[in-house]
């Protein structure tokens, strides 16, 4: 009577252990989710802006922590987290699906030693403004900038959807995420 009573109390207990399971599954990033991690915390992230250049283009991920406006290209609210990626392009590319690809060179923010793989990347945390980000007075701690990585890039010109994939080390960790969404460009 002993043992069936434990059996019993075994199979009543096993849905909620597997239920526990299930949600510890659901904390890990599911790589088709608008996200990234820095030192395994794990950021949602929200919009999709990108500018260009004829030689490079940007794009700004932004996390969904507080509302950013176009317009002034500042933080409504909270500061926000924000990946930033510059990507060096060719400049005879004329049409968005010409910067899909995989970027492997690391370059400096800006700089002008560029292949037609390398990208420049950082994480920027606490920032205000767009304009704060290019800011030079910006401390170690704000923008946490690429040392290595890749970036993949993937723009379906039928949905106007890019995605972007990116891992990067950073001198404070490593930062890898997903995105994929209609963007906006700023101008």
């Known amino acids: 009577m002993k043992n069936i009573s434990l059996i019993l109390l075994l199979v009543l207990l096993s849905p909620f252990y597997s239920c526990s399971n299930v949600d510890d599954d659901k904390k890990t990033q ?6 990234f991690t820095f030192n395994s915390e794990l950021y949602t992230t929200d919009e999709l802006f990108w500018t260009f250049t004829p030689e490079r283009v940007y794009f700004f991920i932004i996390d969904d922590t507080s509302e950013f406006n176009t317009v002034t290209r500042e933080f409504e609210g909270e500061p926000g987290q924000i990946i930033f990626i510059e990507l060096t392009v060719n400049e005879e590319s004329n049409e ?20 037609e793989v390398s990208f420049a990347a950082a ?17 170690s701690e704000t923008i946490l900038r690429a040392n290595a ?15 972007l994939d990116y891992t990067f080390t950073t001198e ?15 101008e």
């Open 172 to 186: 404070q960790g490593v930062v890898t995420g997903f995105h994929e969404s209609e963007f906006i460009i700023l």
């Open 123 to 139: 994480l920027v945390r606490d920032v205000p403004s767009l304009e704060a980000l290019f800011n030079e007075s910006n401390g």
């Open 96 to 115: 968005l699906i010409d910067i899909a690809g995989t970027y492997t060179d690391v370059v400096e923010i800006n700089s002008g030693n560029t292949t």
């Open 149 to 163: 990585g890749e970036i993949a890039v993937g723009y379906d010109s039928e949905t106007s959807i890019f995605s």
């Open 30 to 35: 599911n790589p088709s989710e608008n996200s």
